[in-house]
Nanobody
Framework: QVQLVESGGGLVQAGTSLTLSCTTS????????MGWFRQAPGKERDFVAA????????RYADAVKGRFTISRDNAKNTLYLQMNSLTSEDTAVYLC?????????????????WGQGTQVTVSS
């Protein structure tokens, strides 16, 4: 079993930046892929970004491309999401996810483990 714990969410003003963190409970294996999703009230869970722990390859949703950056610190077993130029459209619960495969996917069903999420609220 893998535990994922997100942190870093909060209330910020539009145009500012925020960095989310996701810490894993055990050593991340080289075959893992980690991802960030978000879910706004009454909406489906949307893909945000993903990163192959082994290859370092990344994928981003069009809505965040150029504004968000996903990265990892293997020594700390931590995944990050740097979010810049935030807008009210970015308001959601952000969830960290992990999947036991090298390939990156933007499909939520492809992830095996999920964190509880951290709320990000952007005021305009």
């Amino acid at each position: 079993q893998v535990q994922l714990v997100e942190s870093g969410g909060g209330l910020v003003q539009a145009g500012t930046s925020l960095t989310l963190s996701c810490t894993t409970s055990r050593r991340a294996f080289s075959s893992w892929t980690m991802g960030w999703f978000r879910q706004a009230p009454g909406k489906e869970r949307d893909f945000v970004a993903a990163l192959s722990w082994y290859e370092g390859g990344t994928r981003y949703a069009d809505a965040v491309k150029g504004r968000f950056t996903i990265s990892r610190d293997n020594a700390k077993n931590t995944l990050y999401l740097q979010m810049n130029s935030l807008t009210s459209e970015d308001t959601a619960v952000y969830l960290c996810a992990a999947r036991g495969a090298i390939s990156v996917t933007d499909q939520a069903a492809g992830y095996d483990f999920w964190g509880q999420g951290t709320q990000v609220t952007v005021s305009s």
